[in-house]
């Protein structure tokens, strides 16, 4: 079993800003990946980043990058040089290898302010 | 744009009335659908996933005899809530793979339920 914890609800950012969304996971897999998705409000699931257990280097897309601590269980998203765009729910998943189901966490509504 | 096509995009329906939402792969064979369920303000929750050809697996406290789950070909998987509910309002969303093993994870934009 997998377990995703955000303990952010919200967050307020400056545009133009970094901001750093917590994950925290807690799984018996040896192997896994973790995701972050961005949900708008219109309801997508919007894929931002994705880091695998093994991987050694830290996951980065463009502005998006995820601090991965193996040892801390922990797979923060950072997003650099925030955008009014950038104001949405944000999710963090897990899955095991293979499967491809995810267990999310609770989110983090993320709000740039000009 | 979209690989994954989800219709109805919202409903509204009356209480004891059956609803079916469609889950399409547009351009590569899903072998596996998952779908989850949002009540709001709330996260993501897999209800079931659903191979193709075979009976799907439901997650624990889904009940299958409400939420019936067919994937009868390697572009389509439906979920039907069966007499609806106001407590069945949510939003659905499914999500799909192709045959590969590091195929990527698509998910459709989602069905608004309102039951009324």
């Known amino acids: 079993a997998q377990k995703i914890t955000q303990t952010q609800p919200g967050m307020f950012v400056q545009e133009k800003e970094a901001v750093t969304l917590d994950c925290t996971y807690d799984t018996s897999d040896q192997s896994y990946g973790l995701f972050w998705y961005k949900q708008p409000s219109s309801g997508e699931m919007i894929f931002l980043i994705y880091q695998g257990s093994y991987d050694e280097q830290n996951a980065t897309e463009g502005r998006y990058s995820l601090n991965f601590q193996k040892a801390r269980k922990s797979a923060n998203l950072v997003i650099s040089a925030s955008q009014l765009g950038d104001s949405a729910m944000y999710f963090c998943?897990?899955?095991?290898?293979?499967?491809?189901?995810?267990?999310f966490g609770s989110g983090t509504r993320l709000q740039v302010q000009p | 744009g979209a690989v994954v096509s989800q219709h109805p995009s919202w409903v509204i329906c009356k209480s004891g009335t059956s609803v079916k939402i469609e889950c399409r792969s547009l351009?590569?064979?899903?072998?596996?659908m998952f779908w989850y369920r949002q009540f709001p303000k709330q996260s993501l929750m897999l209800m079931a996933t659903s191979n193709e050809g075979s009976k799907a697996t439901y997650e624990q406290g889904v009940e299958k005899d409400k939420f019936l789950i067919n994937h009868a070909s390697l572009t389509l998987s439906t979920l039907t809530v069966t007499s609806a509910h106001p407590e069945d309002s949510s939003f659905y969303i499914c999500?799909?793979?192709?045959?590969?093993?590091?195929?990527?994870?698509?998910f459709g934009n989602g069905t608004r339920l309102t039951v009324t």
């Open positions: 351009d590569f064979q899903a072998t596996t």
């Open positions: 999500s799909a793979i192709g045959r590969l093993y590091n195929s990527p994870l698509h």
């Open positions: 998943a897990s899955g095991t290898t293979g499967r491809r189901a995810l267990t």
